[in-house]
């Protein structure tokens, strides 16, 4: 097989579609290759209509907008345990099985699904530079059989049902055969930021946020463009935009450029000595930024940045009594 970019050990952070397609075709390993492609409404693209018209041979369809919380008001937050073991089920996932994800954008919303599987305590996840672009550009088969509207739905369906048969479940113990478990030390919660990121009388930052949005909205000159958000950024956070990590390609940069990138922000990803989060709009492209820490320095950060789930939409609203910094 041909070895993976930037790859870490095992199959790598990232894997290109030359090595996907040499694991597809090896019969003694189980690689399942999902489609999490997700669009922001500006984006004018739809993921479930373009995977049931065309995808990777073999790919299933994760959508990491419906595999979330239903009881949270804010967009696709993570999901409990049961909910995501119940999707893997439905996704013929299994925990020994080395995972592959993809989006139609490059990279956007795969890097949400490859931290979703992080965070859920399997490492055998890996991104697809460039995602189906890059398959594309690369001439590899496509499979553009029909596939209809429940078998798209199938994992997103499963994880609202595992809500009423295992509502307070955290472990993803389940009938099932995918095994579930938060690592909490991966995920931040408005009340995490507040403590450990902002200074406040009596209290010293510990940690330090990384937005990944725009700079004109991290330094709120640009509007916000969700109703009822507040333009800014949360005090003492750094500003490392999520396409600044990619070529033109949407590909990911080299590890070394990733950490010249976070520099330029006057962020040390080497630096361990306070913990670093990310976030971003909605918690998505956040993750782009895990990814590119897990890929400049995986001695380090193997696992990325831990995300703040809520992220601007949760702390920027206009009633979530949250301090707000602006130039």
């Not at 890996?126 to 798209?152: F, H, K, R, S, Y």
């Not at 930052?205 to 990384?210: G, H, I, Q, S, Y």
């Amino acid at each position: 097989m041909s070895t993976p970019p930037a790859a870490a050990a095992g199959a790598g952070t990232v894997v290109s579609p030359a090595w996907l397609a040499d694991a597809m075709r090896d019969q003694e390993r189980r690689v399942r290759v999902l489609d999490c492609s997700w669009y922001l409404p500006a984006m004018a693209r739809d993921g479930i209509e373009e995977h049931a018209a065309r995808r990777i041979p073999g790919a299933r369809y994760f959508d990491v907008d419906a595999i979330s919380d239903p009881s949270s008001s804010l967009p696709h937050m993570l999901p409990s345990a049961s909910q995501f073991a119940a999707a893997c089920d439905a996704l013929d996932v299994r925990n020994d099985d080395q995972v592959v994800v993809y989006d139609g954008a490059g990279l956007f919303s795969a890097a949400r699904a490859w931290w979703m599987f992080k965070a859920f305590g399997h490492d055998a996840v890996a991104v697809l530079d460039g995602g189906m672009p890059a398959w594309l550009e690369a001439n590899l088969p496509l499979d553009e059989t029909a596939v209809d509207d429940a078998t798209v739905r199938a994992a997103a369906a499963a994880a609202a049902a595992a809500v009423a048969a295992a509502p307070a479940s955290e472990d993803g113990r389940r009938a099932g055969c995918f095994r579930a478990r938060l690592d909490k030390s991966l995920v931040r919660s408005k009340q995490d930021v507040l403590t450990r990121c902002v200074e406040s009388a009596g209290n010293s930052a510990t940690e330090r946020l990384v937005d990944a949005r725009p700079e004109p909205r991290w330094r709120g000159a640009a509007p916000e463009p969700r109703k009822g958000v507040r333009s800014g950024r949360v005090p003492g956070s750094a500003c490392v935009p999520f396409f600044s990590l990619l070529d033109e390609s949407k590909r990911v940069k080299s590890g070394s450029e990733i950490e010249k990138t976070f520099a330029a922000a006057g962020v040390d990803l080497r630096d361990t000595s306070t913990c670093l989060v990310a976030s971003c709009g909605t918690g998505v492209t956040a993750c782009v930024l895990a990814l590119g820490a897990a890929l400049a320095v995986p001695e380090l950060r193997p696992n990325g940045l831990p995300v703040y789930d809520g992220s601007w939409t949760e702390w920027g609203a206009e009633d979530s009594g949250c301090p707000v910094e602006t130039d």
